[in-house]
């Protein structure tokens, strides 16, 4: 159990860090605001998370989990890994990220442990708004103009087989379905590919046919990408300097 | 445990004091997020908050807040506990809030929580005006309990206080 809630704080922390990079740079001061805050939201989630890790299954302070662990040691997925790239990417990965995001969280209010019941009925309200925002987005530059649809489809065709990355399972997984704490990422990915299928035929996009996602792995396992480690030494850069530091 | 009403009560008047720091009209009574107070202990105070948006970067201020105003009433050792149980949501603002939101020039949150759709953010009536003549520009504004409108009618902007 506490390996799927580590694996959820890591992508929350990491995608929230890799986001706020849109913070001052937006194409629209309004999406400069939206990924900031949205940002800010999976920040607060990434929190909760360790918290619940702390408080309940004797995990490090929160603090200490975010900043103070090696590469090696985080389990997030490939996805929340990559640099923004241009806005394209960004917001297909963000669509992708979120409905898997949402339906994480609608699964876990079933869960067997307390806590992460609690924090889903809270969560899901503040992801419905990532949802919508993402969902405003793909529909509007599907439509938009041949230049704004080719881009979308082609950053589709690169995010989608590296969004599979999300549900990659861990060692413990057996044991959590059978605790009844999540029913395993394999349902999560069935619902998502539909939902997914659904939104993109209504966008009059096309899903990628042929898909390898095997390249995208490791990552719960603590193998990453290139980019972790840089985003990383940035993102402890102070605590580096002063692990006492108040700011 | 022996329940001493007075001081309970004390305690809520004393709290209706702490502004919330981005709304400072509101209290944070007003805004429902006190869930619970328990003064049973002779030595303590204990106050249960449950914060708006998880990643609500006020959190701490707050807490201080309670504490020192607390202090400034005659309740020393008042601690602040995050309630994860009782989730907040703008159903627990008051009648009153919404008011005093609307007189500071922010619309009031709409709908019930958890039936929040794309719609329920259209047409939102102005503060300024009344008009229900008004465009969401986004969901996301200033602060994360905010999204951005524009009304047609008086052609301002405006922030609402988005139904969660």
């Given at each position: ?19 706020s990079?849109w913070?001052g ?11 900031s ?10 929190w ?6 702390n408080e309940e ?10 900043f ?19 806005f ?19 699964l ?11 924090l889903?009925k ?11 925002h993402?969902d ?12 704004s649809?080719?881009r979308?489809q082609?950053a589709?065709?690169?995010?989608y087989?590296?969004?599979f ?11 959590v ?16 590919v ?23 792995l ?12 840089p ?6 850069e102070?605590?580096?300097?002063d ?5 | ?44 105070v204990?106050v ?5 948006f ?10 201080t807040?309670i ?16 309630d ?9 603002i ?19 929580s958890?039936?929040v ?9 102005c503060p300024h005006?009344g008009?229900n003549y008004?465009?969401?520009r ?10 951005m ?12 206080f988005?139904?969660?």
């Amino acid at each position: 159990m506490k390996n799927l809630i580590l694996k959820m704080a890591d992508d929350a922390l990491i995608i929230g860090h890799r986001n706020s990079e849109w913070t001052g740079i937006g194409p629209l001061l309004e999406e400069d605001i939206a990924f900031s805050s949205m940002s800010q939201d999976k920040i607060g989630h990434a929190w909760a998370l360790y918290r619940i890790l702390n408080e309940e299954l004797g995990g490090e302070d929160p603090d200490k989990a975010a900043f103070n662990r090696s590469v090696k040691d985080f389990t997030c997925c490939h996805l929340v890994e990559y640099p923004i790239g241009e806005f394209d990417f960004s917001l297909v990965r963000h669509f992708l990220m979120d409905k898997a995001e949402f339906h994480r969280y609608d699964l876990l209010l079933q869960s067997s442990f307390l806590p992460l019941v609690n924090l889903a009925k809270k969560v899901k309200g503040e992801i419905k708004y990532h949802v919508m925002h993402a969902d405003t987005w793909m529909q509007q530059l599907a439509n938009g103009n041949e230049e704004s649809k080719a881009r979308i489809q082609s950053a589709l065709n690169l995010v989608y087989p590296i969004a599979f990355s999300l549900f990659e399972k861990q060692d413990d997984e057996q044991a959590v379905i059978e605790q009844k704490v999540f029913v395993g990422e394999d349902v999560l990915k069935s619902i998502w590919v539909d939902d997914i299928a659904n939104r993109i035929k209504e966008f009059g996009l096309t899903i990628p046919s042929s898909i390898d996602s095997s390249a995208h792995l490791g990552g719960r396992k603590g193998y990453h990408t290139d980019h972790l480690e840089p985003l990383l030494k940035e993102m402890t850069e102070v605590f580096a300097i002063d692990p006492n530091a108040e700011w | 445990m022996i329940i001493d009403t007075n001081k309970d009560e004390k305690i809520w008047l004393a709290l209706n004091e702490v502004q919330d720091p981005e709304i400072p009209v509101l209290s944070l009574v007003d805004l429902g997020m006190i869930s619970k107070v328990d003064s049973s202990n002779a030595h303590s105070v204990k106050v249960y908050m449950t914060p708006t948006f998880t990643g609500c970067p006020a959190i701490n201020i707050m807490k201080t807040m309670i504490v020192l105003k607390l202090l400034e009433h005659g309740f020393e050792n008042a601690v602040v506990i995050i309630d994860t149980e009782n989730i907040w949501s703008t159903d627990k603002i008051s009648e009153l809030a919404k008011e005093k939101l609307k007189k500071f020039g922010i619309a009031a949150p709409n709908k019930k929580s958890c039936l929040v759709e794309m719609s329920d953010l259209k047409d939102v009536p102005c503060p300024h005006c009344g008009s229900n003549y008004t465009t969401l520009r986004s969901p996301f504004g200033s602060t994360l309990c905010r999204a951005m409108h524009y009304c047609n009618n008086c052609n301002q902007s405006f922030e609402q206080f988005k139904p969660i």
